[in-house]
C-alpha cells in the first residue's frame, strides 16, 4: 500500500499524492450524500478517514487527528441515523433535520472553544505532534464539533464545517496537500447548498409539527 502515499501528478507545481486524491474524492462523496441525508454518508465517511489518516500522518497531527475522529464519529453517525430512522423519524434512508437548540448551540461553542486551548496547549507541550498547534487543534475539535452535529441532524453542521475549513484550506495548500485544498473549493459550494437544503427542510418539519400540534 505504499503505492498510496507516493506522487500521483503534478498540477501547477504542486505534488498531487494518490491517499490525498483517493482520499478527498470519497470525502466528496461522502459530503453529497450527507446533503441528501442517506445513511450511507458514514460508510463512505469512515473509508475517507482512514485513507486520509494513512496521508497526513506523521506529517499534519491536527489533520490527521481529524481523520481519527472522522473515523469513530462515522461509527456513531452511523448508529444515530439508524437508530432514528428506526424510530420513523426518517424516511427511505434519510434523516429529519433541525436547528439545534439555543442550549445546545451554546454546548457546541463552548467545548470548541475549551477544546481547541486544550489540545494546543498539549500539542505545544508535545512539540513532535504538530508544527503547528494552534490551527491543528482547531480542525481536530472543530471536526468533532461538525460531526457531532451532523450526527444529530443538526443544520448547525454545516455552519461548523465551513468555520473549520477556513482554517484547514490554507493549511493544507502551505503543507503540500494541494489536492486537500483544491477539492476544498469545491467542498465549499457543497457546504453552501447543503446549508440551504437543510435550512428549507428543518423549516417546513417545523411548519408541518405546528400545524399537527
Keep these: 500500500m505504499n503505492w498510496l502515499n507516493s506522487e500521483a501528478f503534478t498540477v501547477l507545481d504542486q505534488h498531487i499524492m494518490w491517499a490525498d486524491m483517493i482520499g478527498n474524492i470519497f470525502g466528496l462523496v ?4 450527507g446533503w441528501r441525508r442517506n445513511v450511507w454518508t458514514w460508510p463512505v465517511q469512515f473509508l475517507a478517514g482512514l485513507i486520509l489518516f494513512g ?4 506529517h499534519l497531527a491536527g489533520s490527521a487527528g481529524k481523520q481519527a475522529v472522522v473515523v469513530v464519529v462515522a461509527l456513531y453517525g452511523w448508529w444515530q441515523w439508524q437508530w432514528q430512522r428506526g424510530k420513523g423519524q426518517g424516511k ?13 448551540r451554546a454546548g457546541m461553542i ?3 472553544a475549551v477544546g481547541t486551548v486544550a489540545v494546543a496547549l498539549l500539542f505545544e507541550a508535545f512539540p513532535k505532534l504538530s508544527w503547528d ?8 475539535v472543530g471536526t468533532i464539533v461538525a460531526m457531532y452535529a451532523q450526527a444529530r ?3 448547525e453542521f454545516w455552519f461548523a464545517w465551513l468555520l473549520v475549513d477556513l482554517v484547514g484550506v490554507p493549511l493544507n495548500f502551505a503543507n503540500g496537500y494541494a489536492f486537500s485544498g483544491f477539492v476544498y473549493v469545491i467542498y465549499g ?3 453552501l447548498w447543503g446549508l440551504r437544503d437543510w435550512w428549507l427542510r428543518s423549516r417546513a418539519t417545523a411548519v408541518l409539527e405546528g400545524a399537527h400540534a
Design 153 to 155: 441532524g443538526m443544520v
Design 30 to 33: 461522502a459530503l453529497a450524500l
Design 133 to 140: 498547534p494552534w490551527p491543528d487543534a482547531y480542525i481536530f
Design 189 to 191: 459550494a457543497l457546504v
Design 55 to 58: 496521508a497526513f500522518y506523521g
Design 110 to 112: 463552548a467545548a470548541a
Design 92 to 104: 427511505g434512508g434519510d434523516l429529519t433535520v433541525r436547528f439545534a437548540t439555543w442550549r445546545e
